[in-house]
């Protein structure tokens, strides 16, 4: 079943500013969203394994592989040696073979060990040989933020895998996209980057119980607007829709979209709202000198020049290493006050000076450690 | 493809396997058809030892449609997985790790089959190396790890590039039986696989340091003694145990006058069809980014 980006789901992102359980449907964590993903794919396909540091020990990545041991076994499901290079070398190896391997890296900072697979291998793969073979494989990282997290726990490096042929790229927001992007990701014939963030990890939304996809290439608007467009990558969409809230007191209709997939990019949906609005800011969990949202602000913008007069505008990670004290952290990262103070700037074509006063119902979800 | 490549017909650098054929051929022989191969861009022995489709050949190094992978791949990546050649990569030690996974699923899948990891000296100064020879003894994978060593990285002997030059030694710290074998012994190699496969298709690794000697130069059709790294003198005693030779002299003269005359014939032939197939047309240039996938 594939779902339209659209309708039912497209509230699932407002809720999460809610939580709780919403006519009758039923509300899972974005770690259980995954956990049953996985769950569902593997007792459906035996092809499907899962591996990496830490999957089958007592904390099971947050909770994302509890209970899989059990239930699937130890050679379904393992914990891996400190081998980042070789592991993911051997997930290619496996996808060869005809397997679809899962390969999870508690960190997206420790990605880096494995980009000569990622990238010269595993992505090239089905073009360099002629299309004789594919890679059907999943990368599961997660981005860290806040209780001191610091350089090498907090970076949201998908930008460097966008810019690399052959490697799909998605970074759910919600439980609901979770799954079912986890779900067309492993079904997937070829290799995906799947990016999760770990403060939404424990953030709860609607999730149907049975089987679906969230297709590749397909952006979501999740609030309705007519004044700007805020497009938000992962956490940073429920930055952005907190932000639509203060824009709402001041009189502002913020257009708020998930790209969801960031390769393949869905750009006409965020064209389509930008003919309409004429203010495009993306808002990415990332720094901003050739980002994520670089890229969709300048794809947008091939398409839309001489067309419409817009204005656009970039946010994103301080263009500096992340730092462990909260009094320079907060300052690091965009939020919802600073996103709506930008944006009232650009509808208004002027710096107003403006910061909305903080409200207790829209503020930063607070992370306790110990990750 | 020495003598053809002045032409500039070829349109991929070439790492020429000349000097080396006797560890693909050996290893290769012994081997079934349902055990799988991984190799480095020094790729065209093993391509060929392991059945490859030599006319596919020619033609990917002539950027052919016809070619193994459809002129898109080049001399450093022939594949032939309708044989069990699963490819082969231009950055070091990179399929070692792509074998253990293929290994690894071998024995989840119950196949009795076992995977030949093909690599040089050089890939034993790379990390990924280390990562998978552990992993392949935590698993017991069906597994042998077949190092060339002709002991040069491009210019750089292994003894300036190595503390302790003892690649088995290595392997041995990590738990895998290995074994050199002196003098690339083509008959005693393939003995030794024949012996090995059934243990090691059973599950636990194995690892050979097969040495051997690279005629040529590093990539392109030469000799490069002008350089000075190395010496003529050096090569001389690999040319006298030349294997390639050696068989031939144990077939006797007619039967080995018809063989090469067949050798020639299929040579030609597959020369003929790289030069009288077409090109890519321009919309391959688009073709096969991702595999459409159906949920």
Redesign the interface.
Same mark, same amino acid.
């Given at each position: 079943m594939t779902t339209p980006a659209t309708s039912s789901a497209a509230s699932a992102a407002s809720r999460l500013l809610k939580g709780g359980t919403l006519n009758g449907e039923r509300t899972l964590s974005y770690v259980d969203a995954v956990r049953e993903a996985t769950d569902q794919e593997m007792s459906r396909d035996p092809s499907v394994i899962i591996f990496g540091l830490d999957v089958d020990d007592p904390k099971a990545i947050q909770g994302t592989t509890k209970g899989l041991l059990e239930k699937h076994g130890p050679q379904r499901v393992f914990g891996t040696p400190l081998s980042e290079d070789a592991m993911t070398g051997a997930a290619i190896g496996m996808a060869l073979a005809g397997l679809r391997p899962i390969h999870v890296h508690i960190r997206m900072d420790f990605l880096m060990l494995a980009m000569n697979q990622l990238v010269n291998v595993a992505s090239k793969s089905h073009y360099m040989y002629g299309g004789k073979v594919c890679i059907p494989m999943v990368v599961r990282s997660m981005i860290g933020k806040s209780w001191g997290q610091g350089a090498q726990h907090s970076q949201g490096l998908y930008s460097f895998l966008m810019h690399i042929p052959g490697l799909k790229v998605v970074a759910p927001t919600t439980p609901y996209d979770a799954k079912g992007c986890l779900l067309a990701a492993i079904r997937d014939d070829n290799p995906v980057m799947f990016v999760e963030h770990r403060i939404l990890h424990f953030q709860k939304g609607p999730v149907p119980d049975k089987p679906y996809v969230v297709s590749p290439g397909k952006a979501r608007v999740t609030a309705a607007g007519t004044d700007i467009t805020l497009v938000g990558i992962s956490y940073m969409q429920v930055e952005c829709l907190r932000a639509k809230a203060y824009l709402e007191d001041i009189g502002i209709k913020a257009e708020v979209i998930d790209p969801i997939w960031l390769s393949p990019l869905d750009t006409e949906t965020i064209s389509h709202s930008v003919e309409k609005t004429g203010k495009l800011m993306v808002v990415d969990n990332g720094w901003v000198c050739c980002g994520a949202g670089t890229e969709i602000l300048a794809q947008v913008t091939e398409r839309l020049q001489g067309k419409r007069d817009f204005r656009v505008k970039r946010l994103g990670f301080a263009p500096v290493t992340c730092p462990t004290s909260p009094s320079l952290e907060d300052a690091f990262y965009p939020n919802a006050r600073t996103i709506a103070a930008a944006a009232r700037d650009m509808v208004e074509g002027k710096p107003t000076g403006w910061l909305p006063e903080e409200k207790a119902e829209l503020q930063s979800i607070v992370f306790k450690g110990p990750f | 493809m020495a003598r053809a490549y002045p032409s500039d017909k070829i349109k991929s650098p070439v790492h020429l396997s000349i000097g080396q054929e006797a560890a693909s051929v050996g290893v290769c022989a012994a081997l079934e058809p349902e055990d799988?191969v991984?190799g480095t861009y020094r790729c065209h022995a093993l391509y060929l030892a392991k059945g490859g489709d030599l006319k596919a050949m020619i033609a990917e190094l002539y950027g052919k449609v016809t070619?193994? $992978?459809?002129? %898109?791949?080049g001399s450093m990546?022939l &594949?032939g997985?309708e044989v069990g050649m699963?490819?082969a990569? $231009?950055?070091v030690g990179?399929?070692?790790?792509? $074998? &253990?996974?293929?290994? +690894? $699923?071998?024995k +989840?899948?119950k196949k009795n089959a076992l995977v030949v990891s093909f690599f040089g000296d050089g890939a034993t100064e790379e990390?990924?190396f280390g990562?998978?020879l552990?992993?392949a003894v935590?698993k017991q994978l069906p597994i042998i790890f077949v190092c060339e060593n002709n002991q040069y990285a491009i210019h750089t002997h292994q003894s300036r590039r190595q503390g302790k030059p003892n690649v088995c030694a290595r392997a041995e710290a990590y738990g895998i039986p290995a074994e050199r074998i002196e003098h690339g012994d083509v008959l005693y190699l393939y003995e030794r696989i024949k012996a090995l496969a059934p243990k090691v298709r059973g599950g636990g690794p194995h690892f050979l340091e097969v040495m051997t000697y690279r005629w040529q130069e590093h990539v392109g059709p030469n000799r490069d003694f002008q350089l000075g790294y190395r010496t003529e003198d050096e090569m001389h005693p690999w040319v006298e145990n030349d294997q390639v030779d050696r068989l031939k002299h144990m077939v006797d003269g007619p039967r080995r006058a018809k063989l090469e005359e067949e050798v020639e014939e299929e040579i030609a032939a597959a020369f003929a069809f790289a030069e009288s197939s077409p090109v890519p047309p321009a919309e391959e240039l688009y073709?096969? &980014?991702? %595999?459409?996938?159906h949920?």
């Open positions: - | 799988v991984f070619g193994c $992978a459809r002129g %898109k791949g990546h &594949i997985t699963h490819g990569s $231009a950055v990179t399929t070692i790790a792509n $074998a &253990i996974g293929h290994a +690894y $699923a071998l +989840y899948q990390g990924v990562e998978s552990n992993f935590l073709a096969d &980014i991702f %595999k459409e996938s949920s």
